[in-house]
């Protein structure tokens, strides 16, 4: 079955502790994002990609890094620089052009203590 | 620049009543639109979307949403509300770039 999958589901980490979160898709999209979200803020963007070896920051990109070495992959990296970095994260795909539907994983939720 | 708005961050409906869920958007360019739907601790999944041509779109589920450019308006409608219809709903523009309202949860009450 295509599709995008996250890993981990749930995630700790201790406060100052980098982690990344994993993203793979097999829909052999072009495109990848990174959301955030927290309640009540809807989703916003930290990161995407449209190539691979190439992506922008999105509307909240301090304190995250990312990596687009395979068109599958796009893991996002939490870093210590996060001021509040406890939240749901999803990861999508899309095939390209803005009338085409992205595709979500199912979310990692990151608590750090 | 362009935004979605989602009326509501909590609608409840009794199981049978009529869903109204509303978006409107704000945008240079009249952008494509899209419904989403969240379950809990899951991610999204499209409901419905709107391209070019006829401006009430069917989705899954049973619901619908009718784009209305003088209203910027692309509401999402059910006749009948079931219990399994609790979720959060989102809203989304796409022009250069994909813009999602803060979204609706979406209560039925039995």
């Known amino acids: 079955d295509g599709g995008i999958t996250q890993s981990p589901k749930y995630l700790f980490r201790k406060e100052g502790q980098n982690v990344t979160l994993s993203c793979e898709q097999n829909l052999n999209h072009d495109a990848m994002y990174w959301y955030r979200q927290d309640p009540g803020q809807g989703l916003r963007l930290i990161y995407y990609?449209?190539?691979?070896?190439?992506?922008q920051k999105g509307d909240i990109a301090e304190g995250y890094s990312v990596s687009r070495e395979k068109k599958e992959s796009f893991p996002l990296t939490v870093t210590s620089a996060q001021k509040n970095p406890t939240a749901f994260y999803l990861c999508a795909s899309t095939q390209g052009g803005r009338n085409t539907e992205a595709f979500f994983g199912q979310g990692t939720r990151l608590t750090v203590v | 620049a362009q935004s979605v708005t989602q009326l509501g961050s909590h609608v409840s409906v009794s199981e049978g009543a009529l869903v109204l869920l509303r978006c409107n958007y704000s945008?240079?360019?009249?952008?494509?639109l899209f419904w989403y739907v969240q379950y809990p601790n899951q991610g999204l999944q499209l409901l419905l979307k709107?391209?070019?041509?006829?401006?009430l779109v069917k989705g899954i589920n049973g619901f619908e949403a009718e784009f209305k450019k003088s209203e910027t308006s692309f509401h999402l409608t059910k006749p009948s509300a079931h219990m399994s219809d609790a979720a959060e709903y989102f809203c989304?523009?796409?022009?250069?770039?994909?813009?999602f309202g803060t979204g609706t949860k979406l209560q039925v009450i039995p």
């Open positions: 989304a523009a796409s022009n250069q770039k994909v813009t």
């Open positions: 945008s240079s360019v009249p952008p494509y």
């Open positions: 709107y391209t070019t041509g006829a401006t």
């Open positions: 990609s449209q190539i691979v070896n190439d992506f």
